[in-house]
């Protein structure tokens, strides 16, 4: 019996996790939920797990909320370390993620990562806190469970390159000058995952392509420039490892996240999950592949750039897009400005130094604060 803590339980990746485990009581058990604001839900899924410690994130005195409950963002650390949390399924949403995977590695934990920020931010910092603490990372991000599934262990040996595959969101044949119009509401409409909103938005950009090219070399050991993107607009390939024989593996399925995160609590195991429906090839045809439009989408290519720049240029990357989308969300900017915000901080701040937690932590901050200055009024 397994003791997982979920982190941002209220959310998208934190709800699919609960549907799994819920299936799977017989080998996990739920020891802590968090959440941000979302009270009325936490409360609802304490009463149906019954996990001993609850942690809400906002402090403020809108909630009013069970004594027992943990307050403030140190429950997400105290709940990452929890005696009995052998899994810390980090499924928050934003850089807010990192200091409890810091946490949990550090501590000896496995971490099913969804907070894909948290590697983005301090990619280094944590694969050096896994070392230290001894403590795992396993990925639940469709496209880096599939990679994990075709080479069996987070060693990059034998491979000669990494595909991932992107469903190029709802603007994937959208020309540049119908872009230009986007709505909040067009970004918003994925043509093949059900997400929270920043990443849908992330995908609308192709910003969530860059964090996880971004990513994948701290999983995997496999340098950037073996790393391509195609398009798959249909999402049932999640990603292609090419060998250095010349050999193509690629893992398949349906778009839904209960596999990765299933994966991800029981990897190297398999476990029966008589849920899932049979894969039919004959229902998912056509597949189709298509080469990525990096000019129309230039917030990925600033990604791309980051990730090779290397220091606290990743950091700056994704601060920015946070603010960003959280402006396009509030309707203060244009979805074409999200990609203007990104270039903006990095031309002023790509060159920091990241090398240090609190270089990436300054970093972090100064390009928020230039992107809420430059394009928040
Ligand atoms: N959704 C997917 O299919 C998918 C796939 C691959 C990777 N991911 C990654 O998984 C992560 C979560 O995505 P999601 O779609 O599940 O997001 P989401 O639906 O927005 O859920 C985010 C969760 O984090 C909590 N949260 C928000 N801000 C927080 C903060 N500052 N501190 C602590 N907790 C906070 C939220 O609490 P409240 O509900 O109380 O606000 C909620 O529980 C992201 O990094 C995303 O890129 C998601």
Redesign the pocket.
């Known amino acids: 019996m397994k003791g997982v803590a979920i982190?941002?339980?209220?959310?998208?990746?934190?709800t699919?996790a609960l549907r799994v485990l819920a299936r799977h009581a017989d080998r996990f058990r739920v020891v802590a939920l968090?959440?941000?604001?979302?009270a009325d839900?936490?409360a609802v899924q304490e009463a149906a797990t019954q996990a001993p410690f609850i942690g809400l994130?906002?402090n403020g005195s809108a909630h009013s909320v069970p004594e027992r409950w943990r307050r403030g963002?140190e429950c997400?650390t105290e709940a990452a370390t929890l005696a009995d949390a052998d899994i810390i399924l980090n499924?928050?949403?934003?850089a807010?993620?990192l200091d409890p995977t810091l946490a949990a590695l550090n501590a000896g934990k496995r971490v099913a990562l969804?907070?894909?920020?948290t590697l983005v931010v301090a990619g280094e910092l944590v694969r050096q806190a896994a070392v230290s603490g001894g403590g795992e990372i396993v990925p639940?991000?469709?496209e880096h469970s599939a990679i994990l599934q075709c080479i069996g262990s987070r060693s990059g040996a034998g491979v000669r390159r990494l595909v991932l595959t992107a469903s190029g969101g709802p603007f994937r044949d959208w020309s540049r000058e119908r872009i230009e119009q986007a709505t909040r509401d067009d970004a918003l409409r994925h043509p093949t995952?059900?997400?929270?909103?920043?990443?849908t938005v992330?995908s609308a950009t192709l910003v969530?392509k860059a964090?996880e090219v971004i990513e994948a070399p701290h999983l995997f050991g496999v340098p950037y420039d073996q790393i391509d993107i195609v398009v798959h607009p249909q999402s049932i390939v999640h990603s292609f490892v090419e060998f250095v024989d010349g050999s193509v593996l690629a893992q398949v399925g349906l778009p839904s996240?209960e596999l990765p995160v299933l994966y991800a609590l029981a990897h190297p195991e398999r476990i029966n999950e008589s849920s899932a429906a049979p894969f039919d090839p004959v229902a998912a045809s056509p597949l189709t592949f298509e080469s990525v439009r990096l000019d129309d989408f230039p917030a990925l290519r600033l990604g791309l750039a980051a990730a090779r720049h290397g220091e606290a240029a990743p950091a700056v990357f994704n601060a920015a897009n946070e603010a960003a989308v959280a402006l396009f969300l509030d309707a203060r900017i244009r979805f074409v400005e999200i990609a203007a915000a990104i270039e903006s901080a990095l031309d002023v701040l790509g060159d920091l130094p990241g090398t240090e937690k609190n270089a990436l932590l300054v970093a972090d901050r100064a390009a928020r604060q230039l992107v809420n200055e430059r394009f928040g009024c």
Do not use: Q, Y
């Open positions: 982190l941002g339980s209220t959310g998208s990746i934190g699919t968090t959440a941000h604001g979302n839900l936490l994130v906002a963002s997400l499924a928050v949403v934003g807010a993620g969804a907070n894909k920020e639940v991000d469709s995952w059900s997400m929270g909103r920043k990443i992330d969530n964090l996240m």
